[in-house]
């Protein structure tokens, strides 16, 4: 197989599943090489649980899953993409995996043999937690009702597999495996004296429980002899006796399961008791030891395989906040790749949720991020800053909840940490109190105490971690940390403030290096346990909770986004594009991902509200008003509350499909339906009056009525056209927002990102509405069609535009890589008029260059413009300065062919944007 060296210019992100498998997108091979895509970009391929849609939840490291072609299919995939010029970027996922269910076999491992699998040091699992009834066990909260309730039901059943010979209990999808030794039980139970022999077997079997090889060849042995009575009477009169319909049964049940490795639970009793790692608070998906050598082999074998052949040739690391050692990890990598292909330098991108004033870390060996902070800023600077206070006031008077955006996050905080996270707050503050125990001094300071401090600096965490490792805290770590310190120090206890002083020390404070060695091991496995908190905390109280309370402008709520920052202003937008061109210039650009909240051009358009709060707010009054009627009086208030009715408004007007008129009954109602599955998750999300553990379905009922309600066709308020017509007024501008994002994306230091199906209009809201099934076919057929943007104009609504806008710049990055990839980042000055409406940047690589300008903040000037175009008369007089290095040559505008003479160093923007609302300049 054949090596792709060339570093890429553009991926594509599919979404790999049962319905769209790797051979499926082999057709699409020429069709992404036509657009200007180097490389497609895959979700997770390795063996996912069954039905999984996003194959995060891995359950084999070793094998391609077989949901998607398998190992022969990737290849075929990946032939297809090498013959054309294109390779392959895998997501991995080194964090966890998906557990549960009967198909991943290291999980079965660790449930059968306990602390003596081979795998038990695979999973983040606490056997010695301060729960002594957890003592050498781990909790699986799997079942669906409390333990007794279950065990009375019948639903667990003691089941015999006959391919393996082995028991196991089942819980509908569950396997829950016996362990050998106690088989010596399960075999008694039947009465039949020919087992005896048998049943001494497997008692032996914990005499020999420290020499691992004899204990399992033991088991074998004994396995061997019960395949030989799969389907005899004898089974059968086993599983009987075990029958938990029959009193008898269900006691003789519980005392073998209670004799287990595991203790099974009520899914609920996860949140307090749980002690091992979770994904956030996923009990499906359990934490991964990536730092344990062993785990490191193992889960990248494959992979290493496949970079080693030429299979794939970078990878996207999920979710690398959750690691133990983050740094340590990503250098670990990078040195383990570049020795199978010592002439290629490593692509490796992480998966990283940055604040405003946060930066990657320069020292991992990572070629950048995935592209959320670049999200971030390439809506944000489509944004007015001028709307903020009118649209502050607006959230503040219908709702009457904070106007601060951080007020919601500490409290989503307060409760992810007491109502979904308390068990691995509990084990965090149980590893600080091991750490205390070690001094005279501090052993005084309780469990408890040392629980509420963690959770006051918790809640005043400004960032998702920290990254103390065996070296120590760095600068950066420590301003951190000094600002959630802080924070703490105004919220907690009097008596408690000593506590933050001794935190302050623990989590790297105190140079690990000069202490004893037990002492340095718990005081770094305490640091792990904070950090591997602290970004859950954060993940889960702000997006997956705050972003569905604080809706004052929902396009800021965005992952990798702060509400709390309304706008991004140029100046701010060139300082990040610059240090992304001298730090990360490889780091990938993304403006729609499997993870967004709402697609990209649904918040282009919802950026115009920041033009037009004014407009905006008449608009939602009225609503209001004539909805009043609507809301259903419920326990605990009208449904749905106002916060909820005002981000309904938004996602209305915001996600409203161009073209469908209010006439339409079975367009909107298909409409309806998709934002109704929004609400529900919203609603759930936003843990205010329903959630996902505890769903209060007649506030969901209520709140989708609403919907439905009030926009009926028949009421004589015609909301339903009111809408629609002012998703009509906000759509041309967003129109404009979303080609400037566009050609952002395509032309800032970094590698554009497509997200599947985004090349035509993304008016997609939160998963799993964003993974719909694309329309390739029309896709194709576009590209096939496509010529000059400018003549696609007419046609706006249908998406050709943006498509063949994205085509002609990814040919500009072909033609001139070495601008792009390696170019200088120069803001240029806009003079005139309406020089706040222009944003424009240069890219310089030894005398070649390229100058991309967009329009910006364009509702106030496009007035009755037919199509997403600003008038060339509002731009009279407003004019582009060019480089001093350039000033006196010829340009070609790239999109549209048109060529342009420089008088002197300037070019007036009327020209420029004469037939677009964007502009690719190349020199001549």
């Excluded at 489509?382 to 649209?391: C, F, I, V």
Aim: proline share 6%.
């Amino acid at each position: 197989m054949s090596t792709i060296a060339t570093p890429p210019r553009a991926t594509v992100r599919l979404q790999f599943h049962a319905g769209f498998t790797l051979d499926d997108a082999v057709p699409l091979v020429p069709y992404f090489a036509n657009l200007g895509i180097s490389h497609v970009y895959a979700s997770p391929v390795l063996k996912a649980r069954p039905g999984s849609t996003h194959g995060y939840d891995i359950v084999d490291h070793g094998q391609v899953n077989p949901e998607l072609g398998g190992e022969l299919a990737l290849r075929r995939l990946v032939d297809a993409l090498h013959a054309a010029g294109l390779g392959l970027i895998l997501d991995i996922v080194p964090n966890h995996m998906g557990v549960g269910g009967s198909d991943n076999a290291w999980w079965l491992d660790v449930l059968e043999w306990g602390r003596q699998s081979r795998f038990a040091g695979f999973f983040d699992i606490d056997w010695e937690p301060p729960d002594r009834s957890l003592q050498n066990k781990l909790l699986a909260p799997f079942l669906g009702a409390p333990y007794g309730e279950v065990l009375a039901s019948g639903d667990l059943a003691l089941d015999f597999n006959a391919a393996t010979g082995r028991f196991h209990v089942r819980y509908f999808e569950h396997w829950f495996p016996i362990a050998p030794q106690h088989y010596t039980h399960v075999l008694r139970a039947a009465g039949d004296p020919a087992l005896e022999d048998l049943a001494q077997h497997f008692g032996r079997i914990g005499l020999h429980l420290r020499d691992r090889g004899a204990a399992r060849e033991a088991a074998d042995e004994g396995a061997r002899q019960l395949r030989a009575l799969a389907g005899t009477p004898v089974i059968a009169a086993i599983l009987a006796a075990f029958d938990a319909r029959e009193d008898e049964g269900r006691d003789r049940l519980h005392r073998l399961l209670e004799r287990q490795h595991y203790r099974l639970a009520w899914w609920r009793a996860a949140a307090d008791e749980i002690n091992w790692r979770r994904f956030f608070d996923i009990t499906s998906l359990a934490g991964l030891r990536v730092e344990v050598p062993a785990v490191f082999d193992a889960i990248h074998a494959l992979v290493f395989r496949l970079y080693a052949e030429g299979v794939i040739d970078g990878v996207r690391i999920d979710h690398v906040d959750g690691l133990a050692d983050p740094r340590g990890y990503c250098r670990k990598l990078h040195r383990s790749m570049q020795a199978l292909r010592p002439d290629l330098t490593p692509l490796i991108w992480v998966e990283k949720i940055l604040a405003p004033f946060e930066a990657l870390r320069t020292d991992w060996q990572v070629a950048g991020s995935t592209g959320y902070d670049f999200m971030d800023e390439a809506s944000g600077v489509l944004h007015d800053p001028a709307g903020e206070a009118p649209l502050t006031a607006l959230w503040v008077g219908e709702t009457h909840r904070p106007a601060e955006f951080d007020t919601e996050a500490r409290e989503a905080r307060r409760q992810i940490l007491r109502d979904n996270l308390s068990s691995e707050l509990n084990a965090t503050a149980a590893a600080l109190k091991r750490v205390a125990m070690r001094d005279l001094t501090t052993r005084d300071f309780t469990l408890t105490a040392l629980r509420r401090a963690l959770t006051e600096v918790l809640v005043h965490f400004p960032v998702y971690r920290l990254y103390v490792a065996g070296t120590g805290r760095s600068a950066d770590d420590k301003r951190i940390l000094d600002w959630a310190l802080a924070g703490a120090r105004r919220t907690v206890r009097a008596t408690e403030l000593p506590l933050l002083d001794l935190l302050d020390g623990w989590l790297g404070g105190e140079a690990l290096r000069s202490l004893p060695p037990a002492l340095r091991r718990e005081r770094l496995a305490a640091a792990v346990r904070f950090q591997q908190l602290s970004a859950p905390t954060a993940a889960k109280s702000v997006e997956d909770t705050a972003f569905y309370r604080y809706g004052r402008l929902i396009s800021r709520n965005e992952v990798g986004s702060d509400p709390a920052r309304f706008a991004v202003t140029p100046q701010s937008f060139h300082g990040s594009a610059r240090a992304r061109a001298k730090n990360f210039p490889a780091s990938l650009l993304a403006t729609a991902t499997h993870d967004h909240k709402r697609g990209e051009d649904c918040r282009a358009r919802l950026a115009v509200l920041s033009e037009l709060p004014e407009a905006w707010a008449t608009a939602v009054h009225r609503w209001m008003r004539l909805n009043a009627t609507l809301r259903r009086d419920i326990a605990g208030g009208p449904a749905p509350g106002p916060s909820a009715q005002l981000m309904l408004y938004q996602t209305l007007v915001s996600a409203w499909p161009l073209g469908l008129s209010p006439q339409d009954e079975a367009g909107v109602q298909a409409f309806l339906e998709r934002v109704a599955d929004w609400q529900l998750k919203a609603l759930r999300e936003a843990k205010r009056r329903t959630d996902w553990a505890v769903p209060n379905t007649e506030y969901e009922t209520a709140c989708r009525d609403f919907l439905f309600a009030c926009m009926a066709p028949d009421r004589p308020s015609h909301l339903r056209q009111d809408i629609a017509d002012f998703a009509a007024r906000i759509a041309l501008p967003g129109a404009v927002n979303g080609l400037a994002q566009l050609v952002l994306r395509c032309a800032a230091p970094g590698i554009p990102d497509l997200y599947q199906g985004t090349e035509f209009w993304d008016l997609s809201l939160v998963d799993p509405d964003n993974r719909r099934p694309v329309d390739w076919a029309a896709r194709v057929q576009a590209l096939t069609e496509a010529g000059d943007p400018a003549a696609l104009m007419p046609q706006w609504q249908d998406g050709r535009v943006k498509q063949a806008i994205l085509h002609r710049a990814l040919a500009l990055r072909q033609a001139r890589p070495a601008v792009f990839a390696e170019g200088d980042y120069l803001p240029l000055t806009v003079e005139g008029p309406q020089a706040a409406h222009v944003l424009a940047f240069a890219r310089r690589h030894r005398g070649d260059c390229a100058i991309a300008i967009v329009t910006r903040l364009p509702a106030s000037l496009l007035g009755e413009a037919p199509l997403p175009l600003v008038p060339a008369a509002e731009w009279r007089g407003t004019e582009l300065v060019l480089p001093p290095s350039t000033a006196t040559r010829a340009w070609c505008e790239v999109l549209t062919g048109a060529g342009f003479e420089a008088s002197g160093d300037r070019l007036p923007v009327a020209e420029l944007l004469s037939r677009l609302p964007v502009a690719l300049l190349e020199g001549v």
